[in-house]
T-cell receptor, first 111, second 114 residues
Framework: EDQVTQSPEALRLQEGESSSLNCSYT??????LFWYRQDPGKGPEFLFT???AGEEKEKERLKATLTKKESFLHITAPKPEDSATYLC????????????FGKGTKLSVKP | ETGVTQTPRHLVMGMTNKKSLKCEQH?????MYWYKQSAKKPLELMFV???????ENNSVPSRFSPECPNSSHLFLHLHTLQPEDSALYLC?????????????FGSGTRLTVV
């Protein structure tokens, strides 16, 4: 069964304290791994797509990496405005082209 | 604004009411989706429309009825809901042929069933 597991469920950081969020997945025939950011009361906002193991993408303080079993979202020197819930999703397998989402990691960055 | 607009933003309805959620996109996408987001759960795919044809219905109860009159508009008609249906309902759109580029989501409708 296609599955996405994110950890930790919640993460509290001090401003400037770098860390990583994990997304492990089980899917036959990965067609893409997606990271989204979701602020309270809003819909998910697209951040990155990764298609193959070894691929990396960066945007400001965020860097996403992909292996054959998991993806990491590295946050370097985070700021309070990076506080949000980060969602991971995969496409492929039996999903018929639809995305399968994890439960998300809620990140809080304190000044 | 992301290019996908959902109305209303908030909705409180009784279990015997009938209401509709509306989604509109002007991104030139040809696929639209309804997702349900509940606390502590992953986003749950409810319905998929591709080129205005429903291509997926994920065992959603019949009290939820989708409608896609054209590629820019999507509705979710609600009737006789239960309190456990209270959630954030998200609409998304994409290019169906190149959906691996990701979805664009609206801001959602926060539904409370009383």
């Amino acid at each position: 069964e296609d599955q996405v597991t994110q950890s930790p469920e919640a993460l509290r950081l001090q401003e400037g304290e770098s860390s990583s969020l994990n997304c492990s997945y089980t899917v036959s025939g990965l067609r893409g791994l997606f990271w989204y950011r979701q602020d309270p009361g809003k819909g998910p906002e697209f951040l990155f797509t990764l298609y193959s193991a070894g691929e990396e993408k960066e945007k400001e303080r965020l860097k996403a990496t992909l292996t054959k079993k998991e993806s990491f979202l590295h946050i370097t020197a985070p700021k309070p405005e990076d506080s949000a819930t980060y969602l991971c999703a995969v496409g492929g397998g039996g999903s018929q082209g639809n995305l399968i989402f994890g439960k998300g990691t809620k990140l809080s960055v304190k000044p | 604004e992301t290019g996908v607009t959902q109305t209303p933003r908030h909705l409180v309805m009784g279990m015997t009411n009938k209401k509709s959620l509306k989604c509109e996109q002007h991104l030139g996408h040809n696929a639209m989706y309804w997702y349900k987001q509940s606390a502590k759960k992953p986003l749950e795919l409810m319905f998929v429309y591709s080129l205005e044809e429903r291509v997926e219905n994920n065992s959603v109860p019949s009290r939820f009825s989708p409608e896609c009159p054209n590629s820019s508009h999507l509705f979710l008609h609600l009737h006789t809901l239960q309190p456990e249906d209270s959630a954030l309902y998200l609409c998304a759109s994409s290019h169906r042929q190149t959906q691996w580029g990701g979805y664009t989501f609206g801001s959602g409708t926060r539904l409370t069933v009383v």
